[in-house]
């Protein structure tokens, strides 16, 4: 039977480790905030940005939140990163994607300071993570490396397999496998015989953003399988982009939809934001 990594209670260990930290930085008078953007009301972001509230208030992190209208212009949005940017009492500074059509994702990520950088997507984030320097890193990926460590699974010396390349989860998380000295094959749409590629891992990363694609015809036998995909089903049921009925029984370690990696990457915000304390 394959383990079950439980994303769940990860998450709530970090937050718990983190909630300790927190109130120690309280008691020698250090208070950290987070600055939390929104604009427009997106379903989903609206959900995203109330579990990130939420999880700021357990751990004891203050957050300041700008709900904007859909119809904010650009340049009012640069403004706001501007001011934020300037706030000695701010730490973190998060804009909830994706944003309106009229305004520019990677102008606006840009313009954060890459010391409040805290979802980590800053080209300066990225290019320290490319080169092993200390900064923000993106939180997905970085919570999949917690999920690996705290269930006992070694990446040294392995073959890991990553399927997708975005900017937010293949590639940094390509970067961090190869850091933990993992052998790191990254797949895409474009990859021949993909099958053939993704049963060489040990460790398949499934970042494809097609439900249910990933079935026991891409695993190797035995392998670790961390499925980032979130979609609902034809019977609107939460799924990843792994079948996970049909592979279960066919690897050693698995995380489910939902529970497993999506609560993760709200604990390594949190993380990241008690972290700014020693970059600013």
């Not at 109330?50 to 640069?78: D, F, H, Q, R, V």
């Not at 200390?134 to 999949?144: D, E, L, Q, R, W």
Request: hydrophobic share 40%; proline share 4%; aromatic share 2%.
């Amino acid at each position: 039977m394959a383990q079950i990594i439980d994303g769940k209670k990860i998450s709530n260990e970090i937050k718990e480790e983190l909630k300790d930290k927190v109130l120690s930085l309280k008691k020698d008078g250090v208070e950290i905030t987070l600055a939390v953007i929104q604009v427009g009301n997106d379903p989903a972001s609206s959900v995203y940005v109330g579990n990130k509230k939420k999880a700021c208030e357990y751990i004891g992190i203050k957050s300041l939140s700008y709900e904007l209208p859909e119809e904010t212009k650009e340049e009012e949005l640069l403004k706001l990163v501007e001011e934020l940017n300037k706030d000695k009492k701010v730490n973190g500074i998060l804009v909830q994607l994706p944003l309106p059509k009229h305004i520019h994702e990677d102008k606006i990520i840009e313009t954060i300071s890459p010391l409040k950088d805290v979802d980590g997507f800053h080209p300066q984030s990225v290019g320290r993570l490319s080169i092993g320097q200390k900064g923000f890193v993106s939180c997905t990926p970085a919570g999949i490396i917690q999920l690996l460590k705290r269930s006992g699974i070694s990446i040294e010396g392995k073959e890991c397999v990553v399927i997708g390349r975005s900017n937010i989860v293949g590639k940094p998380m390509s970067m961090l496998l190869l850091k933990e000295n993992g052998t790191v094959t990254v797949c895409h749409s474009k990859t021949k015989n993909l099958k053939e590629v993704a049963k060489r891992g040990d460790i398949l990363i499934a970042a494809i953003g097609k439900p249910k694609f990933i079935n026991k015809e891409y695993i190797k036998e035995g392998a670790v399988v961390i499925d980032v995909g979130i979609h609902r089903d034809e019977n609107n049921k939460l799924c990843g982009d792994v079948d996970f009925d049909d592979v279960v029984d066919h690897v050693s370690a698995i995380t489910p939809v939902p529970g497993g990696v999506g609560p993760m990457t709200i604990a390594m915000l949190m993380h990241n934001c008690v972290d700014s304390i020693e970059l600013l």
